[in-house]
């Protein structure tokens, strides 16, 4: 398809990234020979677009500028239409599937194409044609929902012609790649800010969102996520408090039944406040999510899928959150309970499989 797409297109080259050469270097050597034009980048299978991005937008390691010789048009990924709902239901280890990126990569197929989809500006639906129509419309609606803001192009049921390329080139075209609006324009973003369009299209899709200002008891919660495999989840995302780890934010992360739990640095109310950002609007944005006495501390997570019971999801997380006597206990009570829950920390990443039974 990189093929087809290109063939109709202005391009010095097409430069694949494997996630572990050396992109800009690449990148420079088709600028050395073809200076100005538009260079189209091969990302690997299990490589989410973020990464790629980050290269051109974002500070080094170490605070190196980003390299502005370089601007993105547009990201874009291609989906078979005919896997999609089945790998998002059931998802593989990559490790599984050898496609692991290192020996600590615990992500599932599911996982990636997730990310590739909620960073997309342009989203093609290829192999149209091997699928029902019913099957088609379901998983337009699921991506639709998993990222609102993306172009979706369907690859005509007869196959590539030159209408459908350009159509996709023009999408592109329009799209002008915004760092900040991909990175913040997921669905499940946009759901938690209240900002989620909400199509509807009739295909029993369900979105949730699910807040609270309470810890999470780490056995409760054990058991709530080892009962989760009895619904039609295909994706949750957010912030957890957990009690047993009262400084650090937890992300939570779900696609079909691959589930990781993940630090994300401390809480901000655990962050002596020299340490704080110097910008007064990010400390603006700090104090929004603030309630004493635990500060940003919350629970603030997104639940999609189909014919959802959002009473029964709703209930079940409720009764993972500390009783008014537990809560009473305060941080140095809770630290004395057991936590069965996965090591979230690097040392410890490995000693979790990501997958739900």
């Known amino acids: 398809m990189i093929e087809a797409l290109s063939r109709y297109a202005t ?4 430069v694949r990234d494997d996630g572990r050469s050396d ?4 990148l420079e050597n088709v600028l050395e020979v ?12 299990v490589l989410e677009p973020i990464a790629v991005a980050e290269l ?10 980003p390299d502005d010789r370089f601007e993105i048009q547009t990201v ?20 599984e599937l050898d496609l692991e990126f290192d020996e600590v990569d615990d992500r599932s197929d599911a996982d990636v194409i997730v990310e590739q989809i909620e960073f997309s500006d342009v989203i093609v639906f290829n192999r149209t044609s091997d699928i029902e129509p019913k099957t088609l419309a379901k998983a337009r609606s699921l991506v639709e929902w998993l990222n609102p803001r993306a172009h979706l192009v369907e690859v005509p049921q007869d196959g590539f012609n030159r209408e459908f390329v350009e159509e996709f080139w023009r999408a592109s075209r329009e799209t002008n790649f915004d760092f900040d609006a991909a990175a913040e324009g997921a669905g499940w973003i946009q759901l938690l800010a209240n900002s989620h369009p909400k199509l509807d299209r009739g295909e029993g899709l369900t979105a949730i969102g699910i807040r609270g200002r309470r810890p999470l008891h780490p056995t409760r ?19 957890i408090w957990i009690a047993t780890r009262n400084g650090e934010t937890g992300i939570w992360s779900v696609v079909g039944t691959s589930s990781i739990l993940a630090a994300a640095g401390a809480w ?28 940003d501390r919350r629970q603030e997570i997104a639940i999609m899928g189909f014919d959802l019971n959002e009473f029964e ?10 009783t008014d006597e537990e809560f009473s206990l305060g941080p140095e009570g809770w630290a004395k309970w057991p936590d069965p829950l996965p090591d979230w920390s690097i040392e410890g990443a490995e000693d979790f499989d990501g997958l739900l039974q």
Not at 222 to 238: E, M
Not at 313 to 322: P, V
Request: glycine content about 6%.
């Open 23 to 26: 992109l800009i270097s690449s």
């Open 313 to 322: 999801l709703r209930r079940g997380f409720k009764a993972c959150l500390l």
């Open 11 to 14: 391009l010095s080259a097409v």
């Open 221 to 239: 919660f054990k058991n709530f996520l080892d009962q989760l495999s009895s619904h039609q989840i295909i994706r949750i995302k957010g912030w």
């Open 76 to 95: 874009a990924t291609i989906l078979d239409a005919r896997k999609i709902l089945n790998v998002l239901r059931a998802p593989t280890s990559l490790l």
């Open 56 to 65: 051109f937008y974002l500070e080094g390691e170490n605070g190196e500028p």
């Open 34 to 45: 073809h200076p100005g034009n538009h260079i189209l980048i091969e990302a690997d299978s």
């Open 268 to 295: 901000m109310a655990a962050t002596p406040m020299r340490e704080w950002p110097d910008d007064p609007l990010e400390r603006e944005d700090i104090m929004a999510d603030w309630v004493p006495p635990y500060g």
